[in-house]
């Protein structure tokens, strides 16, 4: 009989799928349930998902920082805009054929790694990527800490004026602490979600943070008549080298950005429903990643205009808005951009 089952596709049996039990797949050492093979049902991701999670991922506030850091070289948009766009063509290659080994085989980044290193020696591997990310968490929280605070001083102008009792060495006042704690435990509880139930936490990032994103560069456009000098300004380099090395300098940028995504796109791989089908999951990275950068590179430049310093750190940004419903909708959505950044890349 069993002979008999082998020679029937696996899909056309779906009633007689056993139930889940450790081990399943060899020793509980190595099989568990966020190790096995995604079953059948539970892979749900289909290419809107994906360009969900893509939004998800870029349109957070990592690529402002990112964006600045090659804009620091001295560069304007125009020379920007194509370094950023190739840089995320280059780290699009490798993130979609790593995603492809986890679609096509519905296992997760520790099961794929175990072909490289063994399975003794897939371990280092594994606790490097995991301190990228407890150091990639570290740093977003603080940001959407501060995020946090834009939103309360909207709502309540009063804690503007929370006592702060921290010495100026601290680097951070008892009010950013204390928004950095309530935001670790807000997003540490949606971080416990099932991965295959993610898909809904993106959708609806894509549905509301884009909007944010355009409003951002439409008031950046306007307010600087056309985009400032970091959009029509003439680049002056900042370093010694020539462009060529600062043009190199800055792809390596780009890719560092998702040099942690490149491993462990299998995570998310492993839901699809058809195998990562169709060439528009590689435009999705370059596509939206470029858009994206749009809004910072103009924020930074309407910012210069009106208090006339470049400030690439946004939650600054937001501080200054005198509108307080601007300021608490433009924090709140910036807070779920970072949340869904965090758990997509972290």
């Not at 606790?127 to 990310?133: G, M, N």
């Not at 995020?147 to 009792?165: D, M, Y």
């Not at 601290?170 to 540490?188: E, R, V």
């Not at 205009?305 to 608490?328: C, H, L, Q, S, T």
Request: proline residues 6%; charged residues 10%.
């Amino acid at each position: 009989m069993s002979f008999l089952y082998s020679l029937i596709p696996v899909r056309a049996l779906p009633h007689f799928r056993l139930p889940y039990k450790a081990g399943a797949y060899g020793t509980a050492r190595w099989s568990n349930k966020d190790l096995d093979p995604v079953p059948v049902e539970l892979r749900t991701w289909g290419g809107l998902e994906y360009w969900a999670y893509w939004c998800s991922d870029m349109l957070a506030p990592p690529l402002a920082a990112t964006v600045s850091t090659v804009m620091s070289l001295g560069f304007t948009a125009r020379e920007t805009v194509p370094i950023v766009f190739f840089g995320f063509m280059i780290c699009s290659v490798v993130v979609t054929l790593t995603g492809k080994m986890g679609a096509t085989y519905h296992v997760a980044y520790p099961v794929i790694v175990r072909s490289t290193f063994g399975m003794i020696g897939s371990y280092p591997a594994i606790v490097i990527r995991a301190f990228v990310a407890m150091m990639w968490t570290a740093i977003l929280c603080v940001q959407a800490g501060a995020f946090l605070q834009n939103c309360i001083e909207a709502i309540w102008p009063s804690f503007k004026t929370f006592p702060n009792h921290l010495s100026e060495s601290a680097g951070i006042d008892s009010a950013g602490l204390l928004c950095f704690f309530l935001y670790w435990i807000l997003q540490t509880i949606l971080s416990l979600m099932p991965i295959q139930k993610l898909r809904l936490l993106f959708l609806a990032k894509a549905i509301i943070v884009p909007p944010t994103f355009l409003a951002l560069f439409l008031w950046a456009v306007i307010v600087t008549h056309g985009g400032g000098p970091l959009v029509t300004g003439k680049y002056v380099l900042t370093t010694p080298m020539n462009t060529a090395y600062s043009v190199l300098t800055g792809l390596n940028v780009m890719i560092g950005l998702f040099s942690s995504m490149a491993v462990n796109m299998p995570d998310f791989g492993r839901f699809s429903k058809n195998n990562l089908a169709g060439g528009h999951q590689y435009f999705a990275l370059p596509v939206i990643g470029t858009l994206g950068a749009l809004t910072p590179i103009f924020v930074t430049s309407a910012h210069s205009k009106i208090w006339g310093e470049f400030e690439w750190y946004m939650p600054a940004v937001i501080a200054k808005f005198d509108n307080r419903a601007a300021k608490f909708f433009t924090g709140a959505s910036f807070i779920l951009a970072t949340i869904g950044n965090q758990i997509a890349a972290g």
